[in-house]
């Protein structure tokens, strides 16, 4: 099954009405990790129908307002509705004092474990490993400490190899063992090895969350040829000098980063609200790699792996 | 100039797709008066067309998020569009921490003054004297330290006497004066009193906000004949025990309250998430006080003063 990115948020500093700040959650057959949490992100999952219940993993990749407002709500919310299973944040230091504050204010006692991990945004590490997938931190270049995410699948599945399935009569139950890499022992002891009875599968799935952040090479080699790069745009490329003052950066920034690290698809976003219709930022990032697509809420983005 | 209430946010606790959280501003001809600000009110305040840059008070009845988490967004955001005006905070104690601790979490310094005044809920008393008006506390009873806020318009202005202006000839640059109260002292110094040129103006607009606070008798002599009071529904009658362990009120008991303080009219908000059409709160409120509005989303109340 394939990851898809459900944009929630898209404007940079201060919500418009049809753009919101940063959030941005990723559909996996595992759950769903929700990366960013500006306000009102509560209010785009029901608008958008990304089930919160499905939501375990919240990753903020910097203090600003602009990703973090919407969080005590959603947290709050998930008390109110009866949440029972544990819900694991990730994010700079900061974070928790952040969150016992507001819980010590308006005297809320969580009916859920909430547990927050505070991130070293200096370092490239795996800050988690489920069945399935690993999740990295991507050290990014802003005005305060920020840190991007990197999601990379584990090794996925192997196929069936139909034929030699049929060639040597492979009870049905044996099957998901197979995909998983077992070999087949059958009834009088002997051994079939798993590569005679499967190929292998598609190239793991993979996507790098990068906001907010200056014009960063250094992020190239963690980011290589993954399936989807979603990279912050808040300025065209006539607004450089600007956007390093603010530590962002410029479409064709962006672009080059994608085009460096050699990604199959670039995703823009966190535009400045100067920006009526973004899509000139498309344009110029287009100009240095053309598989880039304009980040819109509501929008939901397939991440298929491709074969190289 | 009548007043208005715009109706900003009518639910409890949590965000629904049609129904956000506590936020009502209050027009007036000095300014907007901002009471209450849940999660995405500076959404709401765009949404319903609310010019943000009349609001110079803001005021907070207790320290829950679904009246507070969309303060620091609408703060941060004033700060962004470059406001210059100084912003008035009211509010239960605590109210500065949270703040504070916000700003050096997010590492945002605000480019304008943004001055917090804790309150004492437990008492009933002027917090707030502007050239027309006078903002007093409400003492109410609720889960953690919570007040009602009381606006009552000072003397309204008198009413020109169109007989008597054409008899004595007053000028036209003296009719503003004479509304104000003044005498007209004529160019040969002698003085023409100000009942004999005008009479008294309509009765000065009053508007009670009481959320959230369970059945609170001790509130009757405050609000006594309010041209309009906003008191929480958060329940039905059927769910008094509920309503009184939550520290809420139900649709009787508001309409109770505006019965006995003989108000003009009762408007009733803050409805629990249970009642996906909350007209059955308004059918009881109405069986004790008939002239009971239900608070809706995008809806605008007109305060006007009536003769008694």
Known sequence: MPWDIHILGTNAAVPLPDRHPSAQALNTPEGIFLIDCGEGTQDRLSQFGVKRSRINHIFISHLHGDHLFGLPGLITSYSLFGRKDPLYLFGPPGLRRYLDTIYEITGIHLRYQCQVTELDTN?????LETENLRVYTLPLD???PTTGYLFKEKVAKRKIDGDA????????????????GADWEREDGSIIE???LTVPGRPPLSFA???DTRYSPKLIPWIRGVDLLYHETTFGENLKDEARKRGHS???????????????????GHFSTRYKDPSVLLHEAKTIFENTIL?????????????D
Do not use: F
Not at 123 to 127: D, G, S, T
Not at 295 to 301: M, S, Y
């Open 250 to 268: 410029t479409s064709v920034e962006a672009a080059l980063i994608a085009k460096k690290a050699g990604v199959k698809e670039l995703l823009i």
């Open 123 to 127: 370092k490239h590490y795996k800050i």
């Open 165 to 180: 399935i049929a060639h040597w009569q492979v009870p049905y139950h044996q099957i998901e063992k197979l995909k998983n």
């Open 209 to 211: 969350y990068c906001s």
């Open 142 to 144: 802003h005005r305060i």
């Open 194 to 196: 798993n590569d005679l």
């Open 295 to 307: 980040a819109q809420e509501g929008q939901v983005i397939e991440i298929i792996s491709q074969q």
